[in-house]
Every structure is written in structure tokens, then in C-alpha cells.
């Protein structure tokens, strides 16, 4: 929950927002306690979202659909309307894929994406190039703004478990994209150039939280999971970082939501 002097930025991949509306994610707005909620894997075009969160009471909506019908698609709600909103990362075979949404609020930029897995349709890692090149573009459209100071967080499924103590079980998904060294060694240089892995910062030997559960029968009760969730925060928006968490006990999807809570003052 956030206060005056508080803003706190959600994110969760709702894994399809009509299956996620009918498992109470109007509801969980409600009672959020976020300022800003960065969603992922809304998998519809706009007619097909639902009303109530189309346009929800209190808050401003706005979606991107991938041009594949019910694939991939992202959004940002928030209290107050933003700036500006950006969806483009100027490449085609990303911006058709609708994986990413920035919207500005004051000095801050928020970011909503969705990171591509690195599965082929065989389950082959054949996507694993086309993800890595999605990473060093989102960053690199993102780069000059964050050496230059600016105040950014880039929230949503990264689809990468960076150490060990991010999944249960890394020996045996040594060969699993999520877990796959090049994977790895692409967010390890996200932060050697400077972003802020929030959840960690605050909790470096913190084990067992993660954001994402195989929906195979017990594997959630049993916590076999992975951290695929991420809030990364440029050094300019660090500076005002209070607080970063998962909500692990939340349902709906087979991720669990995850937020950021920064001192207001970084929107001025």
C-alpha cells in the first residue's frame, strides 16, 4: 500500500487478462494498493478486453496488441493519466509482437514488457537469439535516457532466472531457457551497466521467492519455481527506492505479482 509521500508500481504477467478478469483481477486493482499496474501476456485485442478493464473505474488504461490474436500484449494502468505513452521500439519484428509499453508520469518513465521466452514451437531454445536481441534493443532505446540520469523502471517478465537462488532447481534446467548461460550473461550485463535488480538490492540472500510456478499439479504448494519477474531500476530512479516485494500467495495466473515502491519526489 502506498502513501502520500509514496508511489508504488505493480507488475504481474496475468497470463491472458479474459481468464485473469474471471479469476478476480478487478478485484486485486481494488485492493493493490498500487499507483501504477504494469500488466503482461494480456493475450486480446482491445474489443475483446472486458469493460470493467477496458476502462476501469479509477484508473486509466492503456493496451498494446501484438498483431497474432491472442499472443503476447501488455498494458499500464494508472491513478493519473500519463504523459506520454510509447510503443515502438522502432524495430518490426518486435513492435508486432506488442511486447512493450512506456508511459512517462513526470521525470519518471515506466515500463511495461514482456520478454520473449526462448522456446521454439518444439520446445527447441530456437527463439533464444530473437530474445536476446529484444533485450539489447528494449535497453538500448533506453540507454541514453538512463546515463543521462533520467528516472526509469522497466517492469514485467523478463523470462530469465539470473542465479542459482533465483529457481528451485538449476541443475537440472541447465539446458532450459530461462537458465541458459547466454540468458544469463544478457542480464548479468543489464546490471554491470548500471540497472538496479530492486527485489535483490534489497534481499541479496533472500531464497525461495519466486514469480513464477509450472501449473503442473502441487508444483506451486511445494514452491518449485523460478524469479522470472522483475522491477530493474535505473541508477536516477534507485536513488528514491523504498521497498520491492512479491506477492507470492496472490492466484490467477502462474506468475504472482510483483511491485516497487519509490519516494514520490522521483515523478518530480
Known sequence: MSDDDSLCIASWNINGIRAAHKKGLGRWLGRCGADIVALQETRAELDQIPQTLR????????????????????????????????????KPEFDSEGRVLMARFGKLTVVSGYFPNGNGKQRDNSRVPYKLRF????????????????????????NTAHEEI??????????????????????AQLLKAGWVDTFRALNPD??????????????RAKNVGWRLDYALASPGAAEYLRDARIHAAVMGSDHCPIDVVLDRRVLD
Open 166 to 187: 533465483d529457481l528451485a532447481r538449476p541443475k537440472q534446467n541447465r539446458g532450459t531457457s530461462g537458465f541458459l548461460p547466454e540468458e544469463r550473461r544478457a542480464f
Open 55 to 90: 476502462k476501469p473505474r479509477r484508473w486509466k488504461a492503456h493496451y498494446v496488441s501484438a498483431e497474432r490474436k491472442g499472443y503476447s500484449g501488455v498494458g499500464i494502468l494508472s491513478k493519473t493519466p500519463a504523459d506520454e505513452h510509447i510503443t515502438s521500439l522502432g
Open 206 to 219: 533472500v531464497q525461495g521467492r519466486y514469480t513464477w510456478w509450472s501449473q503442473r499439479f502441487g508444483v
Open 135 to 158: 533485450y539489447r534493443r528494449l535497453f538500448r532505446v533506453l540507454d541514453e535516457e538512463m546515463r543521462a540520469g533520467g528516472r526509469i523502471v522497466v517492469l514485467g517478465d523478463y
